[in-house]
């Protein structure tokens, strides 16, 4: 009896090209459901602090910036236009997802977007070990080193997340 290939998504192949030491998490979903941080984290076996998830925001001049934060938490739109130096920043709109980056919601990473955008971690990220982000489709989950994934996103950390 053949194994079943495993279907890696283009996240995984670019970080394993790249030499990045992943791990890739498929879960168990109903065909359609898209899980909220918070479940995706639980069917993954982790504690909602280490899974985070990939918000895209658009600038007042129509840059565009993606901000990786703890599923858990709420972006605060001031402290995020502050670490991309623009004045104001909104969320992108979801249909604009899907033509911008390449990705649908609930399957949005921080890796391989259709082109580079500035990418910003929240300050949490140095809190953990390993982190799990979704690895470009929904139900795909990637598990790495903060360290190596804002390295080969080249991304910054900043303190972005809503007091509670």
């Known amino acids: 009896m053949a194994k079943a290939k495993e279907e890696k998504t283009n996240v995984i192949r670019l970080l394993e090209a790249a030499g990045v030491p992943c791990t890739h998490h498929i879960l168990d979903l109903p ?3 898209v899980p909220d941080g918070v479940t995706a984290a639980a069917l993954v076996g982790k504690p909602a602090e280490e899974v985070f998830k990939t918000l895209v925001a658009e600038g007042p001049k129509g840059e565009h ?3 990786v934060i703890p599923v858990a938490e709420t972006l605060d739109l001031k402290k995020a236009a502050r670490a991309a130096g623009v004045k104001s920043i909104a969320m992108l709109p979801q249909k604009k997802l899907l033509p911008l980056t390449g990705y649908v919601h609930g399957g949005c990473s921080p890796v391989g977007m259709s082109k580079p ?3 910003f ?6 809190l953990v070990d390993t ?9 795909h989950q990637v598990e790495v080193r903060p360290d190596d994934l804002i390295a080969f996103v080249g991304g910054q950390v900043a303190d ?3 007091e509670r």
């Open 117 to 119: 955008f500035p990418t």
């Open 160 to 162: 972005l997340t809503a």
């Open 65 to 67: 910036f993606v901000y």
């Open 31 to 33: 065909k359609g459901e």
């Open 121 to 126: 971690f929240a300050e949490e990220v140095i």
């Open 131 to 139: 982190m799990v982000c979704s690895a470009g489709k929904v139900g």
